[in-house]
């Protein structure tokens, strides 16, 4: 029986396992985290590592860590040079250096003691606890259940993408964890997307494959310091949020904050750079049907057609809400409440959505915000779960 199970461990789960052990709710014994993958982070280390991403869109303080400026006090501790592992007026963090900063924090918690590998197929009440099951038959108990799964695990395909798939034609999505992206000489490879992946993904190629790359956007390139106002971060506009009532209300407050598809002004001046020097080719259209033929697709857009052999999908996460393929019968069972988006209704101040369940994450944003599934929304989470148990 353990006390606490978090259900993901990612950004959201570890961020919530620090807080809960380092504000003693918890001990690494009676605490388990489970994840299909073999060590915590996995997923953001593969689908940054995949892009080659050299920074972190948040600022300094958006960590892991209970201490708001922990990370800037862990590089100055790693190498007297600050400046040189931060970016701009926000001081970004490097990835390198966040990432260390992550594995040092693991270590000084014992976070790997805590770790369970495997994927969950089934949650159970039984009595006054929780029934995880596993896909490999392992079972146990816990008191408190938190789910912290993320979208990383459904990247979205548009329907054309996966008919020329299926018709035996080189397409892939980027953060499919199966997929190689490795290049041939001569292939012509067209990127579909407008943010911060399809950017990333075409600076890397455009340098392996000068002239061979064009991105396919829907839009000009939208610049954005972040992915939503930092009002958000804050009362500004979280206040105005709380007040309204209507979860439908919330959820289009939501929609409308994002700004999705944006990328920082850095990364608009390269790709920029990159066009002007013949090596990415940006197009700005829409697909309107496409075909494979003889190792060659075609794509029809609005206004052309374009050739490629290969097509890489920078198009982002479904939006629907992650592990409903495994949460419905626990939905049903327990009659947990959902909004009409299809996200739960989860308390307040608390973020539980049945007994002694709890939400971080994509799915707690219907009481975090827009900035629920990012690092920030992590901290946030993680503070309401542990000031409801504190002693």
């Known amino acids: 029986m353990f006390e606490w199970t978090i ?106 003691k805590s770790w369970i590998q495997g994927r969950v197929e089934q949650l159970s009440r039984i009595r006054q606890h929780w029934q995880i099951k596993l896909s490999d038959g392992t079972q146990f108990e816990s008191e408190n259940v938190v789910l912290a799964m993320g979208l990383s695990d459904h990247p979205y395909w548009p329907l054309w993408a996966n008919e020329l798939q299926n018709q035996g034609a080189a397409v892939n999505h980027i953060y499919d964890d199966h997929t190689n992206t490795k290049v041939k000489e001569t292939e012509e490879i067209l990127i579909v997307g407008g943010g911060i992946s399809a950017i990333h993904t075409a600076l890397k190629l455009s340098k392996i494959h000068p002239g061979r790359i064009k991105l396919l956007t829907r839009h000009p390139l939208r610049i954005q310091p972040f992915d939503s106002d ?116 989860v308390s307040e101040n608390s973020l539980e959505w049945g007994q002694n369940l709890y939400v971080i994450g994509a799915l707690a944003e219907l009481v975090i915000g827009p900035v629920s599934r990012n690092i920030s929304g992590a901290r946030r989470g993680a503070e309401k779960i542990v000031q409801l148990h504190s002693t």
């Open 230 to 345: 930092p009002g958000w971060l804050g009362p500004k506009y979280m206040n105005s949020f709380k007040k309204v009532t209507n979860l439908n209300q919330r959820r289009q407050m939501i929609s409308q904050a994002r700004y999705r598809g944006s990328i920082p002004k850095e990364l608009n001046l390269q790709a920029l750079r990159e066009e002007r020097k013949g090596r990415l080719d940006i197009v700005i259209d829409e697909v309107s049907g496409a075909s494979y033929e003889s190792g060659e697709i075609k794509v029809e857009l609005k206004t052309k057609s374009m050739v490629a052999n290969r097509i890489l999908l920078a198009t982002g996460f479904h939006a629907t809400p992650p592990g409903f393929d495994w949460l419905t019968s626990t939905i049903e069972s327990e009659g947990l409440r959902c909004a009409t988006c299809g996200y739960p209704i």
């Open 7 to 112: 259900i993901g461990g990612g950004i959201q789960g570890c961020t919530l396992a620090n807080y809960l052990l380092k504000a003693k709710r918890t001990t690494t014994s009676n605490l388990a985290i489970v994840d299909p993958n073999p060590e915590p982070l996995s997923t953001w280390k593969r689908c940054t590592n995949t892009i080659e991403m050299p920074y972190l869109r948040s600022p300094s303080i958006h960590h892991l860590d209970i201490d708001p400026f922990s990370l800037e006090k862990f590089a100055k501790s790693e190498s007297g040079k600050q400046y040189d592992q931060f970016y701009g007026p926000y001081d970004r963090p490097a990835i390198t250096l966040f990432n260390k900063h992550c594995e040092s924090l693991f270590h000084d918690i014992q976070l790997q």
